[in-house]
């Protein structure tokens, strides 16, 4: 039943991570929104490891957060320069490539 | 069986808080009310990793990354951003809203019915110290390990050069 509960809660989080990256414009506000989806496969290894017995799920969580680390790093840069170059960082004003 | 009702119940709080501050995290029009409530939804996980998981160090670390690094980075960018209460045009009420909600929702049903075939039982409180977790990631895991830390050099790196003024 606590099982049950925490691994809805994961699903849950990554959606609704997955419905604000959709339908927000902000770029800013995706990139939080990726951090919520991160979080919630984090919340499934989590109990998966918890359930099954497994320490692995732990250690496998800790390589996420180092790499949403260098992704913050990353993103925060492309935003900065996307805010100088554009002068906005909403996502439509990136139209070098758009068809 | 008292004390499993209690983790349900602790469960069921901790979830609605996390799925609130979820919410907020996508409706709220505010970039910086957006990055706190996404640092609130990080501390309840953090809670709730120690409360219900047993995992008091990923718990910390998950403190200390999330919350202290990479929350606070953004709220750095934002506050460089320099963002008007004028420049917020956002709407919600679109057809997109709706289409999005539909994909999201059909994908959220697909993967619950996946972890409900999940079998496994509620083990009872042992901690994951960090000495457990040392023993796995400097052992079976070293490799991985020094190569996240290759990652991460070339992430800096490579923000450094993307941040530059000319490119």
Redesign the interface.
Known sequence: ????????????????????V?????A??M???I??ML?GA???F????????L??G??A???I??????????G??????F??RRG??EVDKAELLKW | MGADVLHIIIAVFLGLLILVSALGVVFLKNPVHSALSLLANLCITAIMYVALLSAPFVAIVQVIVYMGAVVVFVLFVIMLMDIRPADITERFLTPRLFLSLAAVVVFALQMLFVVATVKGGWIPTKYVHAGDLAKLLFTKYALLFELVSVLIFAAAAGAVALAKKRM
């Open positions: 039943m606590v099982m049950g509960l925490i691994f809805a809660i994961g699903v849950i989080t990554f959606c609704i991570g997955a419905l604000g959709l339908i927000r414009k902000n800013v506000v990139f939080l929104c951090e919520l979080n984090n919340m499934l989590m109990a998966v490891s918890k359930f099954k017995g320490i692995e732990q250690v969580v800790l390589f957060m180092a790499v949403a680390a260098a992704e913050a790093a990353i925060m840069a492309i935003i900065t320069a805010y100088r906005g960082i």
